[in-house]
């Protein structure tokens, strides 16, 4: 971030964040909020990353009216992490289903 203008991108991924959001990354990505450790190098199962976690699914769930029945989940795979999901949802009980491989 040496630079004083930012690179524009427009392409598909990663959204572009504010400045602020950036600059407090950076200053607590080697000591997050004074744990003596970066967020990347903590434990999924610490308190630090279940306050996260908690923070996160609950405005998940007040910005989309998510209703406390549902279970919220925070998955990664792209394109291909959701294509793979919905034949998994749509393939029932039985775990088995046939398909067709196009090569496209």
Do not use: W
């Not at 434990?43 to 976690?53: F, L």
């Not at 923070?55 to 209703?67: G, K, M, N, Y």
């Not at 029945?69 to 294509?83: H, T």
């Not at 088995?96 to 491989?101: I, K, Q």
């Amino acid at each position: 971030m040496g630079s004083s203008h930012s690179a524009l991108n427009f392409g598909a991924g990663p959204a572009k964040l504010p400045r602020e959001v950036l600059t407090e990354v950076q200053n607590e990505f080697l000591s997050y909020k004074d744990s003596g450790m970066s967020l990347i190098e903590m434990s999924h199962r610490s308190k630090e990353y279940e306050a996260i976690n908690n923070s996160a699914q609950q405005l998940v769930r007040e910005l989309l009216d998510v209703p406390p029945n549902y279970k919220i989940l925070f998955m990664q795979g792209g394109g291909l992490g959701c294509f793979s999901a919905i034949c998994m949802n749509l393939m029932g009980r039985t775990g088995e289903a046939d398909y067709l491989v196009t090569g496209r």
